[in-house]
């Protein structure tokens, strides 16, 4: 009898501890690409590439990067990057508790010369 009561403590308390470590990736991932956008001569690929890195070391598969201008150039002050990612196509072992949670992470900083 009490053993379905101590698995669903367990796996919730994993759920749980999952969606913040999701919550925290996705702001570092678009703090990460954020400062690459900054850089003279980057390109929205490489900011991709550096939010796909972040999050790919704690295991996010799935998720959208949005770079804010599309096409980084000269005249650009500032490089806005937001990543959202939804925890449904991101779980192991499957939901209990956070069926429809969406995480996104924004940051937006001033290009590097001005």
Excluded: W
């Excluded at 850089?39 to 070391?57: D, I, Q």
């Excluded at 937001?82 to 196509?89: A, G």
């Amino acid at each position: 009898m009490c053993l379905p009561v101590l698995f669903l403590l367990l796996f919730g308390c994993y759920e749980f501890a999952r969606a913040n470590m999701m919550r925290h990736a996705t702001e570092a991932a678009a703090y990460e690409g954020a400062r690459v956008g900054i850089v003279p001569g980057a390109k929205v690929s490489e900011v991709e590439e550096a939010c796909r890195f972040v999050l790919s070391t704690v295991g996010i598969r799935d998720f959208d990067v949005d770079v804010s201008p599309k096409n980084i150039t000269r005249k650009d002050r500032k490089v806005r990057v937001t990543v959202t990612l939804n925890m449904r196509d991101n779980t192991s072992i499957g939901l209990l508790f956070n069926e429809d949670s969406e995480f996104k992470g924004q940051c937006e900083l001033t290009r590097e010369g001005f």
